[in-house]
Each structure stands twice: as C-alpha cells, then as structure tokens.
C-alpha cells in the first residue's frame, strides 16, 4: 500500500441553505417561494407516517396558506424504485412543476433528487445511471424524518431498478439540495430497527472516508473520528429513548456532516462496502442498506487489517475509545473491530451475518459474481488496502 503524505488537490462547494431545530419549517414557504416563483410543487413522500405524526397537515397547511400549487407522488418504499421516478416525472411535466419537495427519508430524497434530475432528461432515468450529470436540474428540496442516508446534503442518488436487480446511482453538482429542513423532532417515531439502521449508516459513511491512503488528511481523519465519537455517546441513546432530543439531534446532524463531503475531498477513497452493500439489497430489496452494512463493515474491517493498515485502527482506538498507545497495533485493531461489533449486534441488535439478514444460500453465487463488477480498476486505485497485500509501511511520527 502507498501511503500518500499529501492532501489532495480538491474543489468543495456545498451550497444546501440548512435549517435546523424545532423553528426549522417556519422557513418553508419563503423558501418555495425563492426556489418556485409561480408556487408550483411536487411533494414526494412514503406511506402513513407522515400522517400520522402530523407532518404532512403541517406541509400542506404551510404550501396553501401560501397559494401553492401542489401535486403528490406517495409511496416511495426503501431502496427506491425507477417506476415511481417516471411517474413523477410525467407529473412534473404535465404540470409544469418547479419544485421537488421530498418529505420523509433517504429514499424519499433520494427519488426526489432522480424525478429533479430526469425531468431534463430525453431518454429513460435508467440510463442516467454511472453518469456525472452537469445539466439543469428542477430545484429539490428536503424535510427530512430520518437520520442516516446524508442524502439530504450530498451530489448523488441511488435507486433500484426493478427489472434488472441493479442498485446504483447517478451524481452532479445540481443534484444537491437547495434547502434542507432537519427537525429532530421528527424522528421520534422512526422505530429501534431504523434507527439503529440510520446509525450504522451514518457511522459507515464516516469510516469510508476514514480507512483512506491519503495520511495527509490530518484535517478529515480528525473530523471522522468527532463523528464517530458522536455516534458511539449519542447512538445508544437514541436507540433506547427516542424522544430525547440533544440525542436525536446530534444523530441527525452528524449523519447529515458524515456525508456532505467534507470528510472526503481532498482524501479521496473507495467507498467498497457501501458497494458490496448495493448488491446486496439490489438482489433483496427488502433489505435495509444500514442493516447490510452492519453485516459486512466489521468483515471488511477485519480484513483490511494488517500490519500495513494498522495505523488507522490505532487511531481510532487512541482517539476515540482513548485506548493505550502502546499497546500492539494489530492487538488495538482487533480491539477496535469488536467495538463496532459490540454497538452493531449487542446494542443497536442488528444482523450478524447473511443468514440473519434474510439473504437465501443461493443468492451468495449470484451476488460474488456481480460483486466482481463493483472493484473496476478505478476503484482499485483508491482502495484502502489493494488485492496487492504488499506495500509501504508507515513512519510513526505522526502524534495520534
């Protein structure tokens, strides 16, 4: 492995105006009004959830107070589908909609952001898939009711397509949302089993751009470990007392931090296990992407670890778990491994392996073969640790 003492050249630019706490949708319809100058909507949402919290009276009430024309695409399901995204760009168009307003999670933003995107498109959502979008995109904008995608602040969406059993996704700058509204309050009632799911999300986000080769990064290895310091006090508790809201709100903004980009410009990596995870739950969709990542995060953890890579678990160990520096690397990795383990499968009680997860023995050969697809030479250059188990130590001389 060649360790690169650099920080890498990069450009970051994260325009999405945030508003936070308890205040956070009285800014709504100035911002549909400064986003959609005729008040020309599509609203984007799950199923009864919203509802029944009151989210959804509170939106509505707030768009037709302020004159609002307003068209709805519920029904978005986790792993969102390109079905839904045609219809909603049928609607878009039909009505000369300005605006995409997601309310609900990840995978609400996430079928906002590719009907936005679409909308400009001549041919099929599918065959935007792997691109770099840098054309016009309808504003989106995000009420967000669930900790964990970062979706809400981030150029990418990924979506599920039906047909062929392929979750991936498609990126550009104006795929970012224009405003995003995180009220903690509003995850409340998302269940232990999301929740839990939010945080293993949040917390993988923060560790792909962690196990980097770029050790210059002083700068973003500092801000992952604060991140996964936060998870680790904040994520239990949330898990147990879902109405504590210091809990839920530092949750919240920490996934919402943990994938905007800030700890990944710069230090550029392979983000490999949320790719293996999408074969995962493209094979499945009914399997929730924060669950198979929990599966298979601590086996690549432990696999990646070395006496090459070792210097990165010491890390984590000293500066999050404040472990003893001396002790032996590779004995701190292990140590740090079962950390993980211990908040994944003992507290936040998430699947240990396939079998629990819900995947049948036969999808194993099927999904080794298309993961094959997900290491392209590309990916190879940025992996933490290459196929090529050799490489270059690491001087020691950096403090921890």
Request: hydrophobic share 40%; with cysteine; charged share 25%.
């Amino acid at each position: 492995m060649e360790i690169r003492r650099e920080m890498e050249d990069f450009m970051f630019c994260a325009p999405t105006q945030l508003f936070f706490g308890r205040t956070a949708l009285d800014n709504l319809a100035e911002s549909i009004n400064i986003w959609s100058p005729n008040k020309r909507v599509l609203v984007v949402y799950g199923g009864g959830s919203i509802k029944k919290m009151g989210l959804y009276d509170k939106v509505m009430d707030i768009l037709n107070e302020d004159g609002a024309y307003i068209k709805e695409l519920p029904g978005v399901e986790p792993n969102p589908k390109m079905g839904l995204v045609r219809e909603g760009v049928h609607i878009c168009r039909e009505n000369r909609i300005e605006a995409v307003l997601a309310v609900g999670g990840g995978s609400c933003v996430d079928t906002a952001k590719a009907i936005a995107t679409a909308f400009y498109y001549d041919g099929d959502v599918s065959e935007l898939v792997g691109q770099w979008w840098k054309k016009e995109v309808l504003p989106v904008l995000v009420i967000s009711t669930a900790s964990g995608a970062g979706t809400e602040m981030t150029t990418s969406t990924v979506l599920n397509n039906e047909d062929t059993k392929v979750k991936k996704g498609f990126h550009g700058p104006d795929l970012r949302p224009k405003v995003t509204f995180l009220d903690p309050e509003y995850t409340f009632t998302v269940g232990k089993w999301q929740t839990a799911a939010g945080i293993v999300d949040g917390i993988s986000h923060t560790l792909e751009s962690y196990f980097t080769q770029v050790d210059g990064a002083y700068f973003h290895a500092r801000v992952g470990e604060a991140l996964l310091k936060t998870f680790f006090e904040y994520g239990p508790i949330a898990y147990n007392e879902p109405e504590n809201y210091n809990a839920r709100a530092n949750v919240m903004l920490g996934c919402t931090w943990a994938c905007n980009g800030i700890t990944t410009k710069g230090n550029y990596a392979a983000w490999i296990c949320h790719g293996l995870e999408h074969e995962v739950s493209a094979y499945n969709d009914k399997i929730t992407h924060g669950a198979g990542l929990a599966v298979i995060t601590p086996r690549w953890m432990r696999w990646a670890l070395d006496e090459n890579t070792a210097f990165r678990f010491v890390d984590i160990g000293v500066n999050v778990f404040g472990m003893d520096k001396n002790i032996p690397p590779l004995k701190m990795g292990e140590m740090v491994i079962r950390k993980f383990e211990e908040l994944f499968f003992d507290v936040l009680q998430m699947p240990r392996n396939f079998k629990e997860l819900g995947l049948v023995d036969e999808a194993l050969e099927v999904m080794v073969k298309d993961m094959q697809g997900v290491v392209t030479p590309n990916i190879q250059k940025l992996l933490f640790k290459p196929n090529d188990a050799g490489g270059h130590q690491r001087s020691s001389g950096r403090m921890l």
